[in-house]
């Protein structure tokens, strides 16, 4: 029926999947490369732990059912297969139930990787995927023409990611109302890229114009997505030029990516659509039905949205069907560094041979300019951001950390750019100490070519040996 599909959005449609199937799969990479050392049965936070105490209704995965690390790897490497096919098209060869059944696999392995994944996958755009990915299950391949009701979803997810962020923004940190939280952020965001030093530096009056451009575009461009053509392709266009802006500004995983996707699904690509049959009647059933279940669970999220009390990156089901969004509702002014490190020595004190333990993201040698990683997710290296800012976010994991590399475990190791530790031969004790860093100026850069300057504050953790408890184990 004409009513229920729009045939214009054919290319969209295909943009969007093609896309989509690709963050899958970047997503199923970053998993099946650091699940060891992070959530592995001798992982920092391991999973059979975690199901143990937590029952399936609360956090449903095929690893509450078993758990082997080979199993996982199998699943995460097998998400990785299936998202590579997507990408190349295989849904579009299938009946329209097959390929519906196609895009379900990725939605239910990610799923259950995430409803285990703890504190490493606590981060909004985790939610972000699987609330997506679970509607491209519904938008169709080449036999029908893509239903309007899971386009308008598809933006309906794009305004409370964009509108949620933007009333975070104004009801949090007083930098954002006085335009001047772009002086800080690209100094203490949590992972920094190769052009933040850059954008750091620009004029003053141009970060207060972005910030301005900013609410702008999460306060008032979201409602023009639903609006008639062409305005809604012009706000969804400048939705992804503001994200690419900040694609180039850090490294934030696939947040900008997977918001630059979506507004995909809402661009009106001037193209002719090919001629394609009517939708069948069970299709439409079944998109319809699901249609009115997940407007049903906006409920939460609307409510959280109009609150004063809004809180960001949360879901409310735990199928991550219909979740809230945000970020950075304040700005930190000053930026820490946990510098993790250790020794050969027998007995330690401040003049032994201490040597640093080098991420492959987060800031530590002050020379070592930033890399770009994003839409790849360092996990480790974000959250050892969050564990600078207080040792309790650390809490959980950081200890194990310390363990390991008084093992050299291999699989904690590769989680790092460099151990300064020869292979089987690891440190007699590690410590972390905290600083504080801060981007030189133009004149520091030419002349040490350092782009960051560091200052010890205080001691983090003193210096640590394993106990005979965690040798024997």
């Known amino acids: 029926m004409e009513w229920f599909t729009a045939p214009d959005y054919w290319l969209s449609r295909l943009v969007f999947q093609r896309a989509l199937a690709a963050l899958y799969l970047v997503a199923f990479l970053t998993a099946a490369l650091q699940f060891r050392a992070l959530l592995g049965e001798r992982g920092m936070l391991p999973i059979p732990r975690f199901v143990a105490r937590v029952p399936f ?8 059912l078993h758990y082997s690390d080979r199993f996982f790897a199998a699943s995460a490497w097998a998400g990785c297969a299936v998202s590579a096919a997507l990408v190349a098209g295989l849904d579009s060869l299938l009946p329209l139930w097959g390929g519906m059944l196609l895009w379900l696999v990725p939605w239910v392995l990610y799923l259950s990787i995430v409803n285990v994944g703890q504190t490493w996958y606590g981060f909004g755009w985790e939610s972000l995927l699987l609330e997506v990915g679970f509607l491209a299950v519904f938008l169709g391949n080449e ?25 975070i923004k104004m009801r949090g940190d007083a930098c954002w109302r006085n335009l001047t939280c772009l002086y800080h952020h690209h100094e203490t965001q949590p992972m920094p890229g190769p052009l933040s030093w850059f954008f750091h530096h620009l004029p003053r009056p141009l970060h207060r114009a972005e910030v301005a451009a900013n609410h702008v575009t999460q306060l008032v461009v979201p409602v023009l997505l639903f609006t008639p053509q062409p305005i809604a392709t012009a706000a969804a266009s400048l939705m992804i030029v503001t994200q690419l802006w900040l694609v180039l500004s850090g490294n934030f995983s696939w947040l900008n990516w997977i918001t630059i996707v979506l507004a995909l699904s809402a661009i009106e690509f001037p193209t002719t659509p090919p001629s394609v049959a009517d939708a069948p009647l069970w299709y439409e059933i079944v998109v319809l039905a699901v249609a009115a279940l997940l407007v049903g669970l906006s409920y939460q999220p609307v409510r959280n949205m109009i609150s004063r009390r809004q809180v960001m990156n949360r879901s409310f089901d735990p ?4 979740n809230t969004y945000g970020a950075f509702g304040s700005v930190s002014r000053i930026r820490y560094e946990v510098v993790v490190e250790g020794t050969a020595d027998p007995v330690p004190h401040e ?3 201490w040597r640093e333990y080098e991420f492959k993201g ?16 360092l996990r480790l290296d974000w959250m050892m951001w969050f564990a600078a800012l207080s040792p309790a976010y650390a809490g959980s994991w950081f200890g194990a950390l310390v ?6 475990d291999r699989a904690t190791l590769k989680l790092l750019r460099r151990s300064p530790f020869p292979p089987g031969e690891p440190p007699r004790f590690v410590r972390a100490r905290l600083f504080r860093y801060r981007y030189t100026t133009w004149r520091e850069l030419r002349e040490t070519g350092a782009c ?8 983090y953790l003193p210096p640590t040996r394993l106990t005979r408890s965690a040798q024997r184990s």
């Open 362 to 377: 987060k800031p530590g040698e002050p020379g070592h300019w930033p890399r770009q990683f994003a839409p790849y997710h």
């Open 319 to 322: 199928l991550h069907l219909v």
């Open 143 to 167: 036999e029908v023409a893509p239903p309007i009701v899971v386009l308008f979803l598809l933006r309906w997810i794009l305004f409370r990611v964009e509108f949620g962020a933007g009333l």
């Open 57 to 64: 209704k609360r956090a449903p995965s095929l690893f509450q």
């Open 403 to 408: 363990e390991r590399l008084l093992e050299s």
């Open 351 to 353: 003049d032994s041979d």
């Open 452 to 459: 960051w300057e560091r200052t010890y504050v205080r001691e």
